[in-house]
């Protein structure tokens, strides 16, 4: 079934909550929001990780570096 193929292939380049196809890096969120578990693109899964409360933000910590400085 080529035609379902294709169409799992795209739905994981969409940001989940902006529906962005643009974005060439989603990443893989998880926490207590509405998007838990979801492809977010750079913008969305920083707005998604605000939300989490402090002790999610550190579970976090061990796959996310902290700022390296580079970033902006
Ligand atoms: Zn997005």
């Known amino acids: 079934m080529p035609r379902l193929a294709v169409r799992i ?3 994981a380049f969409i940001c989940a909550k902006c529906f962005s196809e643009k974005e060439e890096k ?3 969120f998880v ?3 509405l998007f838990n578990e979801s492809f ?3 913008t969305c ?3 998604q990780f605000k939300q989490l409360t402090e002790r999610e933000r ?3 910590a061990f796959y996310v570096p902290k700022k390296s400085g580079k970033d902006c």
């Open 9 to 11: 292939k795209k739905l």
């Open 26 to 28: 989603l990443a893989w």
């Open 31 to 33: 926490g207590s929001t």
């Open 40 to 42: 977010l693109c750079r």
């Open 45 to 47: 899964w920083k707005g």
């Open 58 to 60: 550190k579970e976090w």
